[in-house]
């Protein structure tokens, strides 16, 4: 596609439901990351791929936080059992390749309420 | 770690220069970005620094000094349409990965 997908737009969670968030990356991006963006503040990073392969889930704030991006395109972000605090908008990027200095191109995210 | 400082909310009149200070503290710097992101919108790339100096691009500029820790965005000939939040990210290029490291963003308000 032109851009990077990312859906759904908007979930509302009820507090321990589980939720599956996908991102479609620009074609033939080699690097892809998740960000996480609170109101009002800057994207945090969670975690990396370079293909099919998770070179960083640093930020990952527990392990109810699980990605994959199993044939090196889509990925998905998992979280199970949510808590409120996982509100937040969920930010995908990719980039051309792994070295260097490339430039990401973000989703416009997903914005998951917990209730 | 890294360290990102920028003013949080910043106005200015349309047709003028508004300057978006950045300062930041970091280890293995690789490059200094600007984003530009309209509320519920995704970032948007405006620019990028790795050498020091001034990149202009159109209506916009950025500059950085590596030795001071210190980056500005400028945005001359102000339109309405420049309202918008401004994130300023720093990358570490650790064994290929080049994740970001944002600042909080300056929301930026462009007034008649």
């Known amino acids: 596609g032109a851009g990077v997908s990312q859906s759904p737009r908007y979930k509302v969670a009820k507090r321990g439901q589980d939720v599956a968030l996908r991102c479609d990356p620009i074609s033939g991006h080699v690097s892809l990351f998740w960000y996480q963006q609170a109101l009002g503040q800057g994207p945090e990073f969670l975690t990396y791929?370079?293909?099919?392969?998770?070179?960083?889930k640093s930020g990952l704030p527990s392990d109810r936080f699980f990605a994959e991006r199993p044939e090196g395109s889509v990925s998905t972000l998992k979280i199970q059992r949510t808590q409120q605090e996982d509100s937040a908008v969920y930010l995908c990027?990719?980039?051309?390749?792994?070295?260097?200095?490339?430039?990401?191109?973000f989703g416009a995210g997903t914005r998951l309420s917990v209730l | 770690g890294q360290n990102i400082d920028q003013p949080t909310e910043m106005t200015a009149t349309e047709g003028a220069i508004v300057q978006i200070n950045c300062t930041y503290q970091?280890?293995?710097?690789?490059?200094l970005f600007w984003y530009q992101q309209h509320a519920g919108e995704a970032p948007t790339f405006l620019s990028y620094n790795v050498l020091d100096g001034l990149e202009e691009k159109g209506r916009f500029s950025s500059f950085l000094s590596r030795s001071k820790g210190y980056s500005y965005l400028l945005l001359k000939e102000l339109q309405m349409k420049d309202s918008a939040s401004y994130l300023c990210?720093?990358?570490?290029?650790?064994?290929?990965?080049?994740?970001?490291?944002f600042g909080t963003g300056t929301r930026l308000t462009i007034i008649p």
């Open positions: 791929f370079q293909n099919e392969a998770q070179l960083d």
């Open positions: 970091t280890s293995g710097f690789n490059g």
């Open positions: 990210a720093v990358s570490r290029a650790d064994f290929g990965n080049e994740k970001l490291t």
């Open positions: 990027a990719s980039s051309l390749e792994g070295t260097g200095q490339n430039i990401q191109y």
